[in-house]
């Protein structure tokens, strides 16, 4: 089994930032993708950001230019740069790790809550 583990989650201000970490652990072979996925009340999980292994990178259109994922392959571990908070940012932030055999596995989710 994998397990991830979320954290960095909080309140912000708006135009504010945030800095998410998911670190992955058990039974690792080989990572194909790592990536962040949100969920806001009402609305349908949507992709934030996902990173492969050799470090290419994918966004969803709304956080483009504002969020940035990285990665440290040592570490099993993503991280997800969130500058320019908007309070339609405000979600469930869930990491997601897909092996290279295809499996998909998900962390418990990270609220993340942009207000004054």
């Known amino acids: 089994q994998v397990q991830l583990v979320e954290s960095g989650g909080g309140l912000v201000q708006p135009v504010g930032s945030l800095r998410l970490s998911c670190a992955a652990s058990g039974s690792i072979f080989s990572i194909r993708r790592m990536g962040w996925y949100r969920q806001a009340p009402g609305k349908e999980r949507e992709l934030v950001a996902v990173?492969?292994?050799?470090?290419?990178?994918d966004y969803g259109d709304s956080v483009r230019g504002r969020l940035t994922i990285s990665r440290d392959n040592a570490k099993n571990t993503v991280y997800l740069q969130m500058n320019s908070l908007k309070p339609e940012d405000t979600a469930v932030y869930y990491c997601?790790?897909?092996?290279?055999?295809?499996?998909?596995?998900w962390g418990q989710g990270t609220l993340v809550t942009v207000s004054s």
């Open positions: 997601s790790l897909l092996t290279r055999n295809y499996l998909v596995f």
């Open positions: 990173i492969t292994s050799d470090g290419s990178t």
